[in-house]
């Protein structure tokens, strides 16, 4: 049974950053689309970042681009998120998913993160 563990997440103040990370386990990693995703308090869950099974095709949501980089190394079946610049809107709690856009995706638990003004 696949396992996402995700950490990193904080309370930060607007224009620093952090480096989100997801660990994950009992699936051979490197086989997947991985992404990320986050749901703001009181709004919808949206997506953020998605990453090729190897590592070549990105995709970032309009919002984060040019501030985010989503990354993975599957020797150590981890996923980043490393947010740049952030923003009190960009305060959110933060999910791994494993497949994201199909039937089959799997979620984290999450990791919040708040950026104050």
């Known amino acids: 049974q696949v396992q996402l563990e995700e950490s990193g997440g904080g309370s930060v103040q607007t224009g620093d950053s952090l480096r989100l990370s997801c660990l994950a386990s009992g699936r051979t990693f490197s086989l997947y689309t991985m992404g990320w995703f986050r749901q703001a308090p009181g709004k919808e869950r949206e997506f953020v970042a998605s990453i090729s099974w190897n590592g070549v095709s990105t995709d970032y949501a309009n919002s984060v681009k040019g501030r985010f980089t989503i990354s993975r190394v599957n020797a150590k079946s981890t996923l980043y998120l490393e947010m740049n610049s952030l923003k009190p809107e960009d305060t959110a709690v933060y999910y791994c998913?494993?497949?994201?856009?199909?039937?089959?995706?799997?979620w984290g638990q999450g990791t919040l993160v708040t950026v104050s003004s």
């Open positions: 998913v494993e497949q994201p856009h199909t039937p089959s995706a799997f």
